[in-house]
């Protein structure tokens, strides 16, 4: 199964970044909740957790039934009350903010649920009678996570494959560690594989040693849930340098080992997104004395949440905005980083070079997608790399179902999780057409 | 999962989550919405005569930035013709055969009372709940509280109830009387089945201090109303208890007063209420609110090894005594967790001012210290203290034998010396 972390892990340096409530302080705030009528904070969460009523029920000590209504929404409610962006879901939506008031702490109040029926081992659901039907699942991220998890409510036997060694996707190896750290996401996936009947096949890489076709054949559905691919480059001279690295590969291996920070006084990010905000944050956390975001837009028009970009500046990140750089030089190892400066329609203006020092460079400026990998399905269409499905997942391909990243392109966990579990109902009802039920 | 269908004198009902007689259950729409959410039965919003209505009818009392915290009303019963109220219980009968539909009544004559018993039960009532409670506008009339502080009435009109229904008859009693016990107990002798209790308390919610007008202003003047929510639940639950121990009494309890969760509901079972009503607070946030009764009810019969709701009806009762029959050598003393303590000393000011200067501020700490020679165990400290556990009272074994007060002046057991009494 999943490969067991090295208890050195450079992401263990991180303290939380959000504190979690103590008792009176949750039942406090949750005594705040209007429990607001056809409630905004509901109709903002992708799952759709029943937000006012899991609040009550934490006012009133009903901490048990709290935490099982919002698993019934979103069986991945534990880390995603730690790394959902509350600011612009839930949270952002709650009427207070109307009151210039401020919101209810909802991803806090989720995670004292959810934290205690992970303390007290409290599980809630049992896997559906047998129907004799196989789902296979691509990838072990919080998509496939949450299908296989309904999958099995239904009584569905679920394999996942995996090509890497280690479970829980980018929420375990991509989400910043002041977060959310990598054993905590194992915890969960195992939690959730605890209701049974889910075979986890690590190390396999779908497309090699097992086809497409091959799934295809031996089982009755399969679920997309394979994420986003390697880095993006920029395709400039001296990217190959040691210390010119992929933001989300440095990440990983920083959450899941020990990297050398020894020798890094100054890093560059590059990007404007929310993967160079937290890079940013990161290589700050870990010590680096100078960090700067380099971006080739303007402030207001970066894509990174502004929630997370106060904290960033706060945490002493610099930036240099409207830039772009058109070479890493060094002798055997990044130093520099050539720039220049970009007009408002993202041109350089000439003459505008400037040079900045980096030891370390993170290029956190997009992912690839991996929908090619199901370009030879007829019947599955492709669209830049992502795959295109219907409201409930389906490709159009019988059989063949995705969810998450690979098809929304890159969102976040509880966006994968609400579509892993679509997927899951969509695959259900097509498998058991005409079937009965055990 | 623990089964939580009752039996309330014969009306049975797949939960204890009654709506009161009240605006939540004023007509056949609403309460089928509510049994949707969950609400195991519905008493319907009072039949009688229909009356006309104040405007404005509430008022609402804040306690400490809490809106709502108790409430009042002077509305009367229900406002619309008997003939819809009447088809609207057939209707709603036949979506939720289950849920059994209490029909509250209150009218005048023998005559009255025979001729909309019948049309109540063929409508398809599954039980009748007699309205001596309704402590304002109604009572002017010699009905409501005017038949509830009257034991004989109460007994002689319970009396025509019992005779004329064919379904189990519940007396809903007012608490606006000095003893419980002798209105309980006419009930009992006219044969009702059950009582529902408590009805709202006479009240003025508070006053308009600019106009000069108490509230709830119907322009420029007010009357008393009937005080209900989360407020009165501590009388209440005396007035249940009251009843549920008295020896000759026995009849089933239908708790209603202040009910906002399934804490308090266990609470109301506990001191022997098979079902609880509810009113004021699906007034204020919904039916919804039935969700977490529901769960949470299930939660605690779960952690506590209850499979059935009778197992726990009435469980402290045994333990609710009088006065003269605890143990006065029972003894403990406040310990203050220094490691939890959070220097507050709201427990010096209370303990100084409001009990037996007994704790004491120290020159090189924040944490107080306690004077255990001096301290009675009164509690106040604890009650006052922020920090969790932090407060706790300790008992201590002071070498005396358990003595009640009984014991002492009938059977001269010895009591340990007063503290604190110099
Ligand atoms: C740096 C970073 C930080 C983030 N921070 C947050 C955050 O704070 N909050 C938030 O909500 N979201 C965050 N996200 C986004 C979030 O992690 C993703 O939206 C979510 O993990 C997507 O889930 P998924 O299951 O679709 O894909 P993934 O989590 O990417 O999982 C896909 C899995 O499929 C496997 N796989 C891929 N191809 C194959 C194949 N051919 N065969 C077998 N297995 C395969 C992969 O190894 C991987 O384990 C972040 C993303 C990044 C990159
Ligand atoms: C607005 C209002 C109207 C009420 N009308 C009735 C009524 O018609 N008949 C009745 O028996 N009780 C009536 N009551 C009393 C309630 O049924 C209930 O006994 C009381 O409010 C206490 O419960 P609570 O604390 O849950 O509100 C009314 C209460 C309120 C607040
Ligand atoms: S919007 Fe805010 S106040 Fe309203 S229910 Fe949601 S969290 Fe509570």
């Known amino acids: ?438 | 999962m623990p089964d939580l269908s009752t039996n309330t004198g014969g009306i049975h009902s797949p939960n204890p989550f009654w709506l009161a007689s009240a605006p939540p259950a004023n007509s056949g729409l609403q309460i089928q919405r509510a049994f949707e959410a969950g609400w195991g039965g519905a008493v319907w919003k009072t039949l009688g005569t229909p009356i006309q209505n104040v405007s404005s009818r509430f008022g609402g009392h804040t306690i400490g930035g809490v809106r709502g915290a108790g409430f009042n009303n002077i509305e009367l019963i229900t406002d619309r013709s008997i003939e819809t109220n009447l088809r609207e219980i057939t209707e709603t009968k036949k979506l939720f055969p289950k849920n059994p539909i209490i029909v509250s009544l209150m009218v005048e004559t023998e005559a009255e009372w025979k001729d909309l018993i019948k049309r109540s039960i063929d409508a398809g009532g599954d039980g009748l709940e007699l309205n001596f409670g309704c402590p304002h506008g109604m009572c002017e009339r010699g009905m409501g509280s005017a038949v509830g502080q009257e034991p004989k009435i109460n007994e002689r009109i319970t009396g025509w109830a019992v005779q004329y229904s064919t379904v189990p008859v519940l007396v809903k009693l007012t608490p606006n009387v000095s003893d419980i016990i002798p209105h309980g107990m006419a009930a009992k002798r006219g044969g009702a089945h059950g009582v529902s209790l408590i009805n709202t308390i006479k009240s003025i919610i508070g006053v308009d201090i600019d106009r000069f007008v108490p509230n709830p202003r119907v322009g420029l003047a007010s009357t008393n109303g009937g005080y209900c929510g989360s407020a009165v639940k501590p009388i209440a639950l005396h007035m249940v208890a009251a009843l549920a121990r008295h020896k000759e009494f026995g009849l089933p309890i239908s708790g209603i007063g202040g009910v906002c969760n399934w804490r308090d509901a266990v609470e109301f079972m506990l001191l022997g209420s098979s079902t609880v009503q509810v009113c004021t607070e699906v007034m204020l946030r919904g039916y919804r609110i039935v969700e977490d009764m529901i769960d949470g009810l299930q939660e605690y019969m779960r952690s506590h090894g209850f499979d059935r709701v009778d197992q726990m009806v009435g469980k402290a009762v045994p333990a609710f005594s009088e006065w003269g029959e605890l143990d006065l050598n029972y003894e403990t003393v406040a310990k203050i967790d220094a490691d939890k303590c959070i220097g507050c000393q709201l427990c010096v000011a209370a303990c100084h001012d409001g009990a037996h200067q007994c704790i004491h501020p120290q020159q090189d700490s924040r944490v107080p210290r306690v004077d255990e020679s001096e301290c009675v165990g009164c509690n106040l400290c604890q009650i006052v203290c922020p920090v969790p556990e932090c407060i706790s009272l300790v008992p201590v074994n002071n070498g005396f034998k358990p003595a009640t007060w009984n014991e002492h002046v009938h059977q001269g057991k010895p009591l340990r010396p007063k503290k604190g009494a110099h």
């Open chain 1, 1 to 438: 199964m999943t490969a067991p972390l090295p208890a050195q892990r450079s992401e263990t340096a991180f303290a939380d970044f959000k504190l979690p409530l103590m008792r009176d302080a949750a039942v406090a705030e949750a005594n705040r909740c209007l429990f607001c009528s056809d409630a905004p904070c509901v109709n903002a969460c992708p799952t759709h957790i029943d937000i006012p009523q899991f609040i009550r029920k934490i006012a009133t000590d009903n901490v048990r039934s709290s935490a099982k209504t919002i698993f019934e929404s979103n069986i991945l409610g534990m880390s995603c009350a730690r790394v959902c962006p509350v600011e612009v879901l839930c949270v952002g939506a709650c009427v207070y903010n109307d009151l210039e008031q401020p919101p209810i702490a909802i991803g806090k109040l989720q995670r004292y649920a959810t934290d205690m029926a992970f303390e007290k081992n409290w599980r809630f659901f049992e896997a559906g009678k047998p129907t004799g039907k196989k789902v296979a699942l691509i990838g072990a991220g919080p998509a496939s996570l949450a299908a296989a998890h309904e999958l099995r409510r239904l009584g569905h036997a679920c394999t996942i494959f995996e090509k890497r060694a280690t479970i829980g996707g980018l929420n375990t190896f991509g989400v910043a560690p002041y977060k959310m750290k990598a054993d905590r996401s194992l915890t969960e996936a195992e939690w959730v594989l605890a209701i049974g009947g889910i075979e986890v096949k690590t190390g396999v890489t779908v497309g090699e040693q097992v086809t497409l076709q091959q799934l295809e054949q031996q089982f009755d559905a399969v679920f997309v849930g394979a994420g986003l691919g390697a880095d993006s480059a920029l395709g400039i001279p001296g990217e190959n340098l040691p210390g010119v690295y992929g933001a989300v590969a440095w990440i990983e291996h920083m959450k899941l080992t020990k990297a050398d920070m020894s020798a890094v006084k100054s890093a560059v990010i590059v990007g404007g997104g929310n993967t160079a905000i937290d890079a940013s944050r990161e290589t700050r956390g870990l010590g680096v004395r100078s960090v700067t975001m380099l971006y080739r837009g303007t402030r207001e028009g970066m894509s990174g949440y502004q929630h997370e970009w106060s904290a960033a500046l706060e945490e002493g990140v610099g930036t240099a905005w409207q830039s772009l750089p058109i070479a890493f030089e060094g002798t055997g190892r990044v130093q520099r980083v050539k720039c220049v400066k970009l007009d408002a329609s993202k041109r350089p203006i000439a003459g505008t070079e400037f040079t900045i020092e980096a030891d370390l460079v993170l290029l956190a400026i997009g992912q690839a997608k991996l929908g090619d990998m199901l370009g030879s399905l007829a019947g599955v269409s492709v669209h830049k790399g992502i795959v295109k499905v219907d409201a409930h997942g389906f490709t159009g391909r019988a059989k063949w179902y995705a969810g998450g990243d690979c098809t929304n392109g890159g969102k976040e966990v509880v966006n994968a999780a609400a579509e892993g579990k679509a997927a899951a109902r969509a695959i259900d009802a097509a498998i058991m057409k005409g079937a009965a039920r055990a």
